[in-house]
């Protein structure tokens, strides 16, 4: 499937370079930079390059391969924060009562610290 790009979406935005990023990591298809807003000592964002895929389920029916390279883009942010060892949680928030603001598909990478078992 090709690349698509929303003007209205924040990620979109932070890909095509618009607002700034902290990158932690990139690939062809993937991006990888540090949340605003950190809810654990690491919490990381990877996204798509594509704008396609609203949440994990698209992505996964979409495109398998994309969604299974998220998955292993996130464990490679892991490993290289220094969280391979303690652990840590990959979230894929999905629709309003999972408080997902962004309709952009993205993986959170939080750890660095123990976490609480599910809450923010
Ligand atoms: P959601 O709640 O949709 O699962 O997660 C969206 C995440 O995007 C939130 O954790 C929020 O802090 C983060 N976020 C929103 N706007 C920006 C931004 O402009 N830059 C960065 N780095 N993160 C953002
Ligand atoms: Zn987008």
Known sequence: PATTSDPDCVF???????????????SERIYAFRDIAPQAAVHVLVIPRTHE????????????ELAAELLREA????KG??????GY???LNTGHHAG???YHVHA?????????????
Do not use: M, W
């Open 81 to 86: 924060e220094g969280l391979a060892e303690g």
């Open 100 to 102: 997902q603001t962004v």
């Open 12 to 26: 979109c935005s932070i890909l095509a370079g618009k607002i700034p990023s902290a990158a932690v990591r990139e």
């Open 89 to 91: 949680r990959i979230v």
């Open 53 to 64: 895929y609203a949440n994990a389920g698209e992505i996964a029916s979409g495109d398998p």
């Open 108 to 120: 959170h990478v939080l750890g660095g610290e123990p976490l609480g078992r599910f809450g923010a």
């Open 75 to 78: 464990a490679a942010v892991a």
